[in-house]
């Protein structure tokens, strides 16, 4: 019998849902109430983590991800470290304070920004490359304050910290560490100190490749055993398979190929210039719906279209429930053991994945979040 090793998060998509994304009149707006609903489907659905985004349009993941701690009992929210842009004495004590305040409920995102352009705005002026140097930094960082009584005497090239820190995290050593990404930079990161990679989408034989590839990374610091992988995937599930891809066609009627137009990011079509630029892991999306032929089928229930009109995960599984976590089995086979997921509107969709596809991993779902070593 397969280890029970799996967890299954969700998206709380903070810049608003939709029924269609090339159409604004089918744009959901942020509101308390829209989120209550889905975290509400989430937190009784199974789930392990909810990923709270972090681009321009998003409400602040971490005040929501705080609120939502208090109002959930099972999920984990999965909240940013963006490089550059907190202090991480105060990243340190803030992840800290919500481990203990959670009952162990929090897992960190490592994210440089997909888009150099929206940092800048922000008032960030480093490169994607100086922000992924101060991310590993970061990282040392956090690590030393938790698990030192003394002053942890850092000296690196962007920070200097002398400090140490109360309280601990309840997690031991540490929370999980979660990253997405598909640039050099972000491999030998996550090689060096994630829990989980996630991977953006792919068809299983490549992400088996990438597994393969990213341990041995990983050997080189000591930690083969330590990586585990996931998949960041849009589900599209319908009783009957016909009506799951009717679904499919409907979310992006109006979207071209020819013209992103990204109904989640900041500028619409200028950004994916920007993303381009900037984005390994986006190129390679991209790169998958140029690839896909007409029907932007990558196979018989992987499907690349949300790319059309979406930055970041683009990659659907479409079918009916056995279809849908077959598919996922897929993955499983490939080297994952997470799925961080999405679909639109994301209450509803969340809700038919939790009755209808979860059944299928039975018996195999962790009793907890990924751990960190």
Known sequence: MARPDLTFGWFLPTSGDSTCLADPKGHMPQSRALFDEIVDVVDDGGFSYMLMPVN???WEATVVGSYYLAKTRNVAPLVALRAGYCNPVLS???FATMD???????????IAGINDDDTKADGIPDSKAVRYEKMDEEVQIMKGLWSSNEPIGFEGKHYRINAAIEPKPLQQPHPPFFLGGGSEHALEISAKHSTVHLFWGDRPSGIAAKVKDLKARAAVHGREDALGFGMRLQIICADTEAEAWANAERLVAGASRENLKLANMRG???AADGIRRTSEANRQVWKLLEESGDDMRLGPHLWAGISQVRAGAGIAVVGNPEQVAATLEEFVDAGCTSFCLS???HAQAARIFADKVMPYFQGRLAGALPQAA
């Open 343 to 345: 679909g639109y509107p």
């Open 100 to 110: 203990q305040m959670s009952g162990g409920r929090i897992c960190v995102n490592l």
């Open 268 to 270: 619409k079509a200028s």
């Open 56 to 58: 321009a349009n998003c």
């Open 92 to 94: 340190a004590k803030m």
